[in-house]
């Protein structure tokens, strides 16, 4: 698992843990404790919350369900100014489980971005978690039924470390290669069974 701390002038602090499972890449926030809000949560409470990328064009075979993936969006608007807001509460991400039910959902594209990509996460800093105190562990666990849920409703795609495309689980074998990367190294004649030559 991968660890990042970002820290911008003191500002804000938080610790980002992420890693892969089943496919999707996720990832854990750590926030240090609310000083400000006591009356509703322990001093010492961190604030967690975990969020998983879903490729959406890449990584879900089938196009109808890749495509209610990515909602439509609404304009909320406020005294001063407007926003856009997304209602997640609807198929297909009201399928997810999260701890508490979802509270986060974005879209996460690159500039010129060929493809699109989904963050959906939760937090848990509801009111009927305080007194509760989570750790690094129980987020992992939590995020993994996440990600099982996904999967009750779609397989999902692998990525390729090598060249970089996303291809049924099935075309993997325990090199980490697809077969379109292996049978392309056996024409070249760059193939070692032993795996060790990279
Ligand atoms: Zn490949």
Request: with cysteine; net charge negative.
């Amino acid at each position: 698992m991968k660890k990042e701390i970002i820290e911008k002038a003191h500002v804000e602090y938080k610790e980002v843990f992420s890693d892969t499972y089943l496919n999707i890449n996720y990832e854990i926030v750590k926030r240090p404790p609310y000083q400000d809000l006591t009356y509703l949560f322990n001093n010492d409470e961190y604030l967690w919350s975990h969020y998983i990328y879903i490729n959406i064009d890449q990584q879900i075979p089938n196009k109808e369900l890749a495509d209610s993936f990515w909602l439509k969006p609404e304009m909320n608007n406020g005294y001063s100014k407007s926003w856009v807001v997304y209602n997640y509460f609807v198929y297909p991400i009201d399928q997810l489980i999260f701890h508490g039910g979802c509270t986060h959902y974005s879209k996460i594209s690159n500039i010129d971005a060929l493809y699109r990509v989904v963050k959906i996460g939760c937090d848990y800093q509801h009111l009927w978690d305080k007194d509760r105190y989570y750790n690094l562990d129980y987020i992992i666990n939590q995020c993994k039924y996440t990600i099982d849920s996904l999967w009750q409703l779609t397989p999902i795609n692998k990525h390729c470390l090598y060249c970089g495309n996303f291809s049924p689980e099935s075309d993997f074998d325990e090199s980490g290669y697809c077969i379109c990367c292996k049978e392309k190294r056996i024409k070249n004649g760059d193939w070692n069974e032993d795996k060790k030559e990279k």
